[in-house]
């Protein structure tokens, strides 16, 4: 197969990207409670070399999930602890916020959010692409990169990445969250192949950099 792709359909890859964060942050602000809104970045495509410099080491939290059906791969989002502890605490009002680590309700807490948050994005791919995308458990890792990535299998076999900078902002919470998408590459250039340019995607997507639910 081909992966040529009609230059008419790249602007495809940020719809998806926007329309995921937005239904991040609609998510969010229904399933949770959070009054959440995120200002999204465009996306960017790298090459696994890259994205290995680009996520460093330091100590992270992060969230998984293997995609299931086409485009396959892996979605990671990666935030940074204390600003996840925050958002777990926007969940748990009266939580001590003391210590490091995360204790077993911000654990509990972080764990929800990232079951919203993967499937929101995920949704939010599967509606522009007019697809259905399954995918497995979302996985919670606290620690070094490193850690995160060997949790996740290990680096995928594939030569691109996309990558989202966001920040989500809640009334208690604004958390810097990094977007790893991981995708099967022929896969994902057959689902985009098939889609009709006379078709609205636009429809779908949202054209604002800042993405608000109130």
């Known amino acids: 197969m081909s992966l040529e792709v009609d230059v008419r359909k790249l602007e495809i890859f940020n719809?998806?990207?926007?329309?995921?964060?937005?239904?991040?942050?609609?998510?969010?602000?229904?399933?949770?409670?959070?009054?959440?809104?995120?200002?999204?970045?465009?996306?960017?495509v790298l090459h696994m070399d890259d994205v290995k410099t680009h996520l460093g080491d330091d100590e992270a939290v992060g969230i998984h999930?293997?995609?299931?059906?086409?485009?396959?791969?892996?979605?990671?989002?990666?935030l940074d602890?204390?600003?996840s502890k925050r958002l777990a605490q926007s969940m748990i009002p009266g939580e001590s916020k003391s210590g490091s680590g995360f204790s077993d309700m911000e654990r509990s807490a972080m764990q929800e959010i990232g079951n919203i948050m993967t499937s929101g994005y995920i949704d939010g791919w599967a509606n522009v692409l007019d697809t259905t995308i399954n995918m497995g458990t979302p996985n919670f890792t606290y620690g070094p990169s490193h850690r995160i990535i060997e949790k996740m299998g290990g680096w995928p076999d594939e030569e691109i990445v996309f990558v989202l900078d966001s920040e989500i902002t809640t009334g208690d919470a604004n958390v810097d969250l990094t977007v790893y998408t991981f995708p099967k590459v022929r896969s994902l250039v057959e689902l985009v192949q098939n889609?009709?340019?006379e078709t609205d995607v636009q429809a779908d997507s949202v054209a604002d950099e800042s993405i608000?639910?109130?």
């Open 195 to 197: 889609i009709d340019l």
């Open 212 to 214: 608000t639910n109130n």
């Open 15 to 44: 719809r998806v990207s926007k329309e995921g964060s937005r239904r991040v942050a609609e998510s969010l602000s229904q399933m949770s409670g959070l009054d959440a809104e995120i200002e999204v970045a465009k996306i960017n």
């Open 65 to 78: 999930v293997e995609l299931t059906e086409s485009p396959y791969g892996y979605v990671l989002f990666l």
């Open 81 to 83: 602890p204390a600003d």
